[in-house]
């Protein structure tokens, strides 16, 4: 089994920075791959990020090309998520997934999910 648990979300204004933990913990994940997936209010769950476990293969989507970037420290079992200049359709929960598949997580099919953490950007 394999629990995650997310960080670092909260309340920022428009073109401010957050950087987002996702910790993982009850099995060692080095070989998975780790992803950001995002739900706002009223929406479907759209994935964000995504990086394989190597840290050499990393995909965006189009809306935060440029502005986010996805890391991990494998002796920490832990991914990261870089959010610069934030805008309010940034607001979202954001959840963190892993899986042994790279297409898998990018897909959304991944078996293992934290609980989210609230990303608020005010205008």
């Known amino acids: 089994q394999v629990q995650l648990a997310e960080s670092g979300g909260g309340l920022v204004q428009a073109g401010e920075s957050l950087r987002l933990s996702c910790a993982a913990s009850?099995?060692?994940?080095?070989?998975?791959?780790m992803g950001w997936f995002r739900q706002a209010p009223e929406k479907e769950r759209e994935f964000v990020s995504a990086i394989s476990w190597t840290g050499g293969t990393t995909r965006y989507a189009d809306f935060v090309k440029g502005r986010f970037t996805i890391s991990r420290d494998n002796a920490k079992n832990t991914m990261y998520l870089q959010m610069n200049s934030l805008k309010p359709e940034d607001t979202a929960v954001y959840y963190c997934?892993?899986?042994?598949?790279?297409?898998?997580?990018?897909?959304?099919?991944?078996?293992?999910w934290g609980q989210g953490t609230q990303v608020t950007v005010s205008s």
């Open positions: 009850g099995r060692n994940i080095i070989t998975y791959t």
């Open positions: 997934a892993t899986g042994p598949s790279f297409a898998e997580v990018v897909s959304g099919r991944s078996e293992y």
